[in-house]
């Protein structure tokens, strides 16, 4: 079945760049996300990548897509106190357009000054 | 303002009373979604809807229900079914045309079984 795996935590000193990695099963997987969830507010979609590319840059953000190895990366350039949050990747089912996303358990990002 | 709202945003009830979760868009979105999140886990899919009248279990749906009588709108009910129903609360919007399937989240609902 479909699974999203994340690391739980990663820590870091601000201006520091920051890299939270994703690894996912469905290999029909359309579209890849990423989104970002402050403390007790929804998520907010910071960017996604189309399955045929293999990088997309959005200011400070470059995500990153080794789809033979599954693999999905964001990294955040620069990182700053304000980007202490929880950062979810997130795949949409390949079969059907169900609209159904499966998520990863969420990466918390510290950011120390 | 196009949006995605939900309320209230802090919920208490009493055991074996069942709770009502408002979730409304006005992004003329055709599904709309219900996740529930506890603490150091990801987004659980409880129950979602792709057209007005119609809906589909989750990974979770069990002592859940939901309607969606109107496009904006998709209530969730949390009923006394359900064993451990406190959780932060999400719902979700998105338009399956097009393929992209970006979700658009509501604020949530921190719901507090007393």
């Known amino acids: 079945g479909e699974d999203v795996e994340q690391s739980l935590f990663l820590s870091v000193r601000e201006g520091d760049s920051s890299v939270i990695n994703c690894t996912y099963t469905?290999?029909?997987?359309?579209?890849l996300y990423w989104y970002k969830q402050e403390p007790g507010a929804g998520l907010q979609l910071l960017t996604y990548?189309?399955?045929?590319?293999d990088m997309k840059q959005d200011q400070r953000l470059t995500v990153l897509l080794n789809k033979k190895d599954k693999h999905l990366s964001l990294r955040i350039a620069d990182t700053q106190t304000g980007d202490s949050a929880i950062y979810f990747c997130?795949?949409?089912?390949?079969?059907?357009?169900?609209?159904?996303?499966?998520f990863g358990q969420g990466t918390t990002l510290q950011v120390k000054p | 303002d196009g949006g995605i709202t939900q309320s209230p945003k802090y919920l208490f009830r009493k055991e074996g009373q069942n709770v009502t979760l408002s979730c409304e868009q006005n992004?003329?979105?055709?599904?709309m979604y219900w996740y529930r999140q506890d603490p150091g886990q990801g987004l659980r899919l409880i129950y979602y809807?792709?057209?007005?009248?119609?809906?589909q279990k989750g990974d979770i749906a069990e002592g859940y229900s939901v309607s969606r009588e109107k496009k904006e709108s998709f209530p969730l009910t949390v009923t006394s079914a359900q064993k451990n129903p406190t959780a932060f609360y999400l719902c979700?919007?998105?338009?399956?045309?097009?393929?992209?399937?970006?979700?658009?989240f509501g604020p949530g609902t921190r719901l507090t079984v007393l």
């Open positions: 979700a919007s998105s338009i399956l045309a097009g393929g992209g399937n970006e979700q658009f």
């Open positions: 469905d290999s029909s997987s359309t579209y």
């Open positions: 809807s792709q057209i007005v009248n119609d809906f």
């Open positions: 990548i189309f399955s045929n590319m």
């Open positions: 997130a795949e949409s089912m390949g079969s059907g357009n169900t609209g159904k996303l499966i």
């Open positions: 992004l003329n979105h055709d599904a």
